[in-house]
């Protein structure tokens, strides 16, 4: 299998109690089954066992499991699984972040007149209603937030079957969010063109080895055509190199296959499981910031701050916003601009130091200049910063 396929995607299937999640999101399951191993089947009851008690039903303590599911959610996507959650969790905040979190979502709502549930009532949540005893029934006493743009409705009244209905779901079509890309091909076809200047190490690798112990673990994010690994590693580091450019990745794989100091993994390096397994002396990000959004970067400060040991230290080299291709192309977000089809964003580094400073790093060394990272003809001002843990 093709090492990016298994990007992971969210089902996430909503609707008051008796509209069919469970029902449609069983069907889905199978039917994707049928394609796809890295499935997995979150239903609401389900989930309810599994956390026990611990969480309650007041409005609070429903919240605060709809955001643990979509947490849940996310870290299952992270790994690249295809996630269907079957729950009702109608907040707005928790959708919008499933939006923002997830590499692709799709959210269902089954949208299904009250006398119709009422008429359903397979669990007796509705059968207090005539009497006016009904308490804590969501959408009934209980407000919730209806989804306000679910990516597909479906008016489950059993006006369309079962099968109908997943149907309509797989008809959608998937897009992966553009801030996910990780523009591979890009990548992949930049690293397959031989070029001697990109494989000897960058300026940023050897300005900073004599301060790299040897035996220690490193962490590189975004190792591109493994570079920088390779010279760590022959520096006798530990070295664990992350990009998501499968072909790149593979090609490294197969030549270190038999070397113990070094393993190259293919994986989104903002959530790679290989975050988790920490603890690393040092972790190591040259021009791979400026690949992934804001609030990316912030998601990947905390990891690494988790990922370093105490006293660990991270090094960071990335474009600057007075970068002089700064401002070029197709704007795409605050400082981010697609030039020639790919991906950059300009950094400040004043912003980039207080959200350091926010995880809890200490800053050791930061400067702004050019003479950093010359090619060819080029010497922009670049960003180095220097954190530890
Ligand atoms: P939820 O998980 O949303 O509480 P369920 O999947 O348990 O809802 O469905 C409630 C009941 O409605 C079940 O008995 C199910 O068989 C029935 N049901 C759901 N969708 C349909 C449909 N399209 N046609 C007929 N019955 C349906």
Redesign the pocket.
Known sequence: MNQKDSRGILFW?T????????????ELYYRLKREHSNLVLL???VLKRIVGGQVGYSDSERHERAWMYARLCKGLTDQGLIVIC?T?AMFDDVRQWNRENNKAYVEVF?D?PMEVLIM?D??GMYSGIKEGVISNVAGVDLNVEYPKNPDITIV???????K??VDLILSHKIVYSKDFMRDTDYWNSYYNKSNDEILKPSKFALDIIDGLKKGCSILELGCGNGRDSVFFANNGLLVTAIDAADGIITKLQGQHNDNQNIRFLCDDFVCSSALFVGQYDYCYSRFSLHAINEQQQRELLSNVYLALKKGGVFYIEVRSVNDPIFGLGECVGKNAYRYNGHYRRFLEIDDLLNECRQVGFNVLYAKESTGFAPIGDDDPPIIRVVVEK
């Open positions: 299937i609707g008051l109690s008796g509209a069919g999640k469970t029902t449609i999101g069983n239903d609401g009851d079957c009702i089954l299904v359903r397979q669990k489950n009244d059993g006006s369309i079957g079962i109908k209905c």
